[in-house]
């Protein structure tokens, strides 16, 4: 069985327990997404399974090798993009990649072929140093240098953290391309909206998994209705809404504020009369879709559900 | 190999690009070498005196004209009374004050003795030595004269013991000759040290060992990647400054030179082993030159570069067996300046090797790929 396989995966720094439990499973050829805010233990969880960092418990296999045991066979076949960027900035756009290049015993003209769609957009800039590279093409540099020696399976840490909106778009497409052609990618993020680029996402938050599925079907799972509440004076509707009696969880999304419940069901019209009558008649409100974003709320505020094994 | 190979590359062309760092890995050594050696002196020159004459004589006038013309005093003053030195000398205006008493000359004639006090400035400790050292010199001169004189009035010579020295090694007490030699050695070490120090952690702060620590580098070819630039750096500036050393304060080279490089580089192995201990250890370039420089002050202090080993307590004596540049320092000395061959030096070698072993092998152990 290739792919990544995760089992009861634990890492803890003296009190913190950065990955608690963790157990999933990515298919080969998956784009697999860990979706957290910071310090939900993503990094932790990825720097294991790159042979950065050794378990307390549990074990993890990518590509079929133990990421304790086989470390050695499993660095040639992984490809490893650190959430800072961590190439020479006093060597030039060609040197990185010549340089990583040789340490995996190959060369820049054996890997070519599948950076190309990323490296051509820098190289015009490939006798610059990597210091003076703009964001997005230090990232581009960066994924070039992880991909040169056809990893088999590509890990990146928040990649867009810091990335302009349509880099990040721009970004997404290279992933999709290169999952076409076959990598096995896990990427962390904590971008909710990026969810949707994925396959399938684990949800994280305190160093464990609060649930492991495809985007829609997460979402599908969400069983409360959910109203999408706008009005001019936003921050005092937030605060009334909450103060209302059924209310279950009410949060800032956006422009608009997401509404959920306590009862099974609720009529938008009488949360709009209970608005008014706190004097905020200019209130709409309109039932809406759950997004992965209020899955995580959702999940996050219900109790930890016990470890249970991951599909497939 | 090919791996080591393409390492070194990148850290040479890291080195060669770094504008602020070329500067300082050669130009800085020479010129600290030119000024160290010219500063680090023990010679005292011109040393301000001021003389009390209250004999008047021919002697007398004699022995002041000889302090003067030995070229380490200068007369700044004759004040008339002995209170009158005392303050100058508080207000530092003077270091020296020779009291001739009266009757100096009719004593010294009649009786053979006579008394000549000297007050010395002795803040100083170590000049104050010097310069009491050479006053009685002169004064043992001034007196053989007079003897010689009342010697010939008289049947035979009085029988005396006559020191006569000899300076081997280094005939004319040339203190060039003396230090240059050490001061190449703390220049070096320092080089490789800091250097050495600096990498591994710098490459932390930076990020890339994350990076590279994915790669299938393996433990031995990185670290080696990563001293041989500085060992052979270190070397050339060994060779540079002992090139100045010999046309340019002209210290005579009687030993092999490929002994001498070849012990240098013993000793590089121990100290670069040192730095990049250092450097696995600390977290930030920040910690690891602070940590390196106390090593290396202790490590200079106690060298015997400024201060003779032999003068140090029994304590301080045997701890200076610990230090890798105590060891170096003395074979620099033995070899160049006594052209002794590796059977002089075996001792030192020895411990050289020992230190290299320890060194390097505490640096390999403590550097991980991966973290526990």
């Known amino acids: 069985m290739a792919g990544i396989l995760v089992h009861d995966l634990c890492k803890s720094f003296g009190a913190v327990q950065a990955v608690d439990r963790v157990r999933f499973r990515v298919a080969p050829g998956e784009l697999f997404g860990l979706i957290g805010p910071d310090g939900a233990g993503k990094t932790t969880l990825l720097r294991m399974l790159v042979t950065l960092l050794t378990p307390d418990g549990g074990s993890a296999t990518v590509d079929g090798l133990d990421v304790v045991r086989d470390y050695r066979a499993l660095r040639t076949r992984l490809g490893y993009m650190p959430g800072r960027f961590s190439l020479y900035q006093d060597l030039t756009v060609e040197e990185n990649l010549a340089f990583f290049a040789s340490v995996f015993g190959t060369t820049v003209e054996a890997g070519y072929d599948l950076i190309a769609p990323i490296y051509r957009q820098i190289e015009p800039f490939k006798t610059r140093r990597a210091g003076a590279l703009s964001g997005g093409m230090k990232q581009k540099l960066a994924l070039s240098c992880a991909l040169i020696h056809r990893p088999r399976v590509l890990m990146l840490d928040e990649p867009t953290t810091g990335v302009d909106a349509v880099s990040r778009r721009e970004f997404w497409d290279v992933l999709a391309r290169l999952k076409a052609g076959g990598l096995t990618i896990v990427v962390s993020t904590p971008y909710m909206d990026e969810a949707r680029r994925c396959d399938r996402v684990a949800l994280m938050q305190g160093g464990r998994l609060l649930g492991v599925d495809t985007p829609a079907a997460l979402e599908a799972a969400y069983d409360r209705p959910l109203l999408a509440v706008r009005a001019a004076a936003r921050y005092d509707v937030l605060q009334a809404l909450r103060q209302f009696p059924h209310a279950r969880s009410v949060y800032a999304f956006g422009e608009a504020l997401h509404y959920t419940d306590a009862r099974p069901s609720v009529d938008p019209a009488e949360i709009r009369a209970y608005l008014a009558g706190r004097g905020y008649p200019d209130a709409t409100v309109e039932p809406i879709r759950a997004g992965i974003e209020d899955v995580f709320m959702a999940r996050m505020a219900a109790p930890p559900p016990p470890p249970t094994a991951s599909p497939t | ?372």
């Open chain 2, 1 to 372: 190999m090919r791996t080591v190979f393409y390492l070194l590359q990148k850290e040479f062309v890291q080195i060669f690009r770094n504008r602020a760092m070329l500067p300082i890995l050669f130009a800085m050594p020479v010129i600290q070498l030119l000024v160290l050696s010219y500063a680090a002196t023990f010679e005292v020159r011109d040393t301000p005196m001021s003389v009390i004459d209250q004999d008047r004589s021919l002697t007398s006038r004699q022995l002041v004209d000889r302090l003067v013309a030995s070229g380490y005093f200068t007369l700044v003053d004759q004040p008339a009374t002995p209170e009158q030195a005392d303050a100058a000398l508080r207000r530092g205006e003077v270091k020296l004050i020779v009291h001739v008493p009266p009757r100096f000359e009719r004593d010294l004639l009649e009786t053979g003795a006579a008394p000549v006090r000297l007050v010395l400035d002795a803040l100083d400790g170590a000049t104050a030595g010097v310069v009491q050292a050479y006053a009685t010199q002169v004064l043992a001169r001034v007196s053989r004269d007079v003897q010689a004189r009342t010697a010939t009035a008289a049947a035979r010579p009085a029988p005396r013991i006559e020191v006569r020295p000899a300076f081997w090694y280094n005939p004319d007490l040339n203190y060039e000759t003396y230090m240059v030699p050490g001061i190449l050695v703390v220049l070096v070490t320092m080089i490789a040290t800091f250097l050495s120090a600096m990498n591994v952690v710098r490459e932390k702060e930076i990020g890339t060992i994350e990076q590279l620590n994915v790669t299938p580098i393996r433990k031995g070819p990185f670290l080696i990647g990563k001293l041989l630039p500085f060992w052979l750096i270190a070397l050339v500036e060994l060779g540079v400054g002992l090139a100045i050393a010999r046309w340019y304060f002209h210290v005579p080279m009687l030993g092999n030179l490929a002994l001498v490089f070849g012990l240098a580089g013993l000793y590089l192995l121990a100290m670069l082993g040192l730095g990049l201990w250092i450097s696995t250890m600390a977290d930030t370039q920040q910690q690891a030159m602070f940590i390196a420089w106390f090593v290396l002050v202790i490590f200079i202090l106690m060298s015997g570069l400024f201060t003779p080993i032999e003068s140090m307590p029994a304590w301080a004596q045997r701890l200076t067996l610990l230090n890798p540049m105590a060891h170096f320092i003395t074979i620099m000395r033995r070899v160049l300046l006594k052209g002794a061959g590796l059977d002089a030096v075996r001792v030192q070698t020895a411990a050289l090797l020992l230190f290299g072993t320890v060194l390097l092998t505490l640096a390999v152990r403590q550097y991980r790929k991966v973290t526990a």
